[in-house]
């Protein structure tokens, strides 16, 4: 798998329709309309996210690993 940095899997969040509803330090947190899930996505600089989270944060927000560029 790619490595991705926060601040990247943010921009692939909003074009996939998931929209900023706060920011609690370092940590996005990621809504969308009709959904209760939450997201919640560390951006420490261009730091890549480690493997299992990013998994984890793709599988809640129904996105295919394939769609990371």
């Not at 370092?26 to 919640?40: D, E, T």
């Not at 600089?45 to 984890?56: A, E």
Request: proline share 3%.
């Amino acid at each position: 798998m790619k490595a991705v940095s926060g601040k990247e899997l943010a921009r692939l969040l909003e074009r996939n329709g998931w929209t900023l509803l706060r920011v609690q330090g370092s940590h996005h947190i990621y809504g969308k309309a009709g959904s209760i899930v939450r997201l919640s996505v560390p951006i420490h600089g261009n730091r890549p996210l480690k493997v299992g989270l990013l998994k984890h944060l793709l599988k809640m927000a129904g996105i295919e690993e394939t769609e990371i560029r």
